[in-house]
């Protein structure tokens, strides 16, 4: 081993077995542990939906209580801090999340015309 300041300490991994190998690989994400539990997407969304129309006394029981799940008491906390602040960004969030963002639509008009000159084979608009 290197007598360096910045590999002291470090150890090679052992053949075979080593602890410090993850053999389990990454942890899994949160919505497929949530999917795992039994949660479906339509679920997911209407809570987001059923914790949006709640007024801010129930949010705060939600936040404080130890019982309710995590996506719950986090999605409370944001709208109440939001709340606090006179802010709706994550409000937006929630509902955008839960039921899709609005189509959005474009209008472009072209009020004048089109000319192209075509010289010895080339197009020049």
Not at 8 to 24: A, C, H, I, M, Y
Not at 51 to 69: G, R, W, Y
Not at 75 to 97: C, F, H, P, Q
Request: a positive charge; one cysteine or more.
């Amino acid at each position: 081993m290197s007598d360096n300041n910045q590999y002291r300490g470090l150890t090679p991994f052992q053949k075979g077995f080593d602890p410090k190998r993850n053999v389990s690989g990454a942890p899994r994400k949160l919505v497929s542990a949530i999917t795992e539990l039994g949660y479906t997407n339509r679920e997911i969304s209407d809570t987001l939906m059923n914790i949006a129309a709640l007024t801010k006394k129930e949010i705060q029981a939600i936040v404080d209580n130890e019982e309710c799940s995590i996506l719950e008491r986090m999605v409370a906390k944001s709208l109440l801090r939001d709340y606090a602040k006179g802010s709706l960004w994550n409000l937006e969030t929630i509902i955008s999340r839960a039921i899709g963002k609005p189509k959005e639509t474009a209008t472009i008009t072209n009020d004048g015309r089109i000319e192209f000159i075509i010289t010895k084979g080339k197009t020049i608009l």
